[in-house]
């Protein structure tokens, strides 16, 4: 099932030719370009659905090959590369002149990163180059935690599908903007601000939910077909009972403090006790929830510490008006 040399080798060649190679990485799968081929990187965004003005992530086959894509290292990046690649942390620095324009939204930033995946590791190697890779998923919907999510999702639009397995961290990286005098976090994901802090000795400012800069970051994002509904733990099972009354197909993601209760609903998803499980999982249960004909989704926020940080944003944003 995993990809073998064989295929590594195609999919570098793939990349050589101006395609577009979906990349298993330890966060999500991606969808990968040479990172220096503007049609190429055309091709991301078309495949997507994406606006080219949403700035991809380059990544890339060590921490030492960061100076080669940007162009001063300052040491709090230096640090944090050091310790967390490869690993599902992306660094956004000031662009060194081999990073195209199309590849960063016209920012003067990049973001850069190296993945914690042996065949996203091998491909890396066997093409040379740095890829860029957004999520391979169409714009504003679920990231694909397996290779059947591509291939369901975008089908033809990628030319190779290297396949590596279920993704174990499951969401997207934590983003942190190094450009600053402190490190800014844009997005929070598998490294935890706690994890960041322990590293830099610093305290980090706590993002406002709300107001997370990153471009390419609608309040839409993430979501599934179904409508999500964030209420109270105590209040799911009320909550989808009674949408359920009123007729809708209700799914819930019944908390792990009601793990067993009866629900009369539609389809019913056991919430993971551990949040490096559930984070691992959520992906996939929004799909399975979509795939089972659901309409209404009722759930609730884990504690918002470590990694319920990282999922309680993508829950929220799953719930996030639509068409923004
Ligand atoms: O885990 C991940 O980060 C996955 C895997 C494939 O590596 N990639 C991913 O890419 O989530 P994407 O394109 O779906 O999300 C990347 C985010 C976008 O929200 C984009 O706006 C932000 O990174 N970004 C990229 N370059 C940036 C920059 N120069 N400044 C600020 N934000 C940037
Ligand atoms: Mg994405």
């Keep these: 099932m995993f990809a073998g040399s ?5 999919a570098a060649e793939v990349l050589r ?26 091709r991301i965004f078309q495949a997507k659905g994406r606006p080219p003005s949403h700035p991809l992530i380059v990544h890339i086959g060590g921490a030492e090959q960061l100076g080669d894509w940007v162009d001063e290292v300052p040491e709090t990046a230096r640090r944090l590369a050091e310790h967390f690649w490869p690993g599902p942390l992306t660094l956004v620095l000031r662009r060194g002149r081999r990073v195209p324009l199309e590849a960063t939204g016209g920012l003067e930033t990049v973001a850069l990163r190296v993945p914690a995946h042996p065949v996203a590791l091998a491909l890396l190697a066997a093409f040379g180059g740095g890829i860029a890779a ?6 504003g919907s679920v990231s694909p935690t397996t290779a059947d999510h591509v291939r369901a999702e ?3 639009a990628v030319d190779f599908v290297l396949d590596g397995g279920p993704c174990q961290v499951g969401l997207e990286s934590t983003i942190v903007d190094v450009t600053g005098d402190t490190p800014n976090v844009l997005r929070p994901g598998g490294v935890t601000r706690e994890d960041l802090e322990a590293v830099l000795g610093i305290q980090l400012a706590v993002p406002a939910t709300s107001h997370i800069r990153v471009p390419g970051q609608h309040p839409s994002h993430y979501a599934p077909n179904a409508k999500v509904v964030l209420v109270e733990p105590a209040d799911v099972v009320a909550e989808a009972e009674s949408a359920q009354d009123r007729s809708h197909r209700v799914g819930v993601f019944l908390p792990p403090s009601l793990a067993g209760t009866p629900v009369k609903a539609h389809a019913v998803v056991a919430v993971p006790e551990s949040p490096a499980v559930y984070a691992r999982e959520l992906y ?9 004909g659901c309409d209404l989704i009722i759930a609730s926020l884990p504690e918002e510490k470590e990694l ?7 829950l929220r944003r799953a719930a996030g008006p639509r068409g923004a």
Excluded at 134 to 139: E, H, I
């Design 6 to 10: 064989a295929e590594i080798e195609k």
């Design 17 to 42: 030719a101006g395609g577009l190679v979906a990349v298993p990485t330890e966060t999500v799968y991606g969808l990968g370009a040479n990172a220096e081929d503007p049609a190429a990187l055309a």
């Design 134 to 139: 957004p999520s391979a998923n169409r714009f």
């Design 154 to 156: 975008l089908g033809d």
């Design 284 to 292: 996939g249960f929004l799909r399975e929830l979509d795939q089972r």
């Design 308 to 314: 319920g940080v990282a999922i309680a944003n993508r």
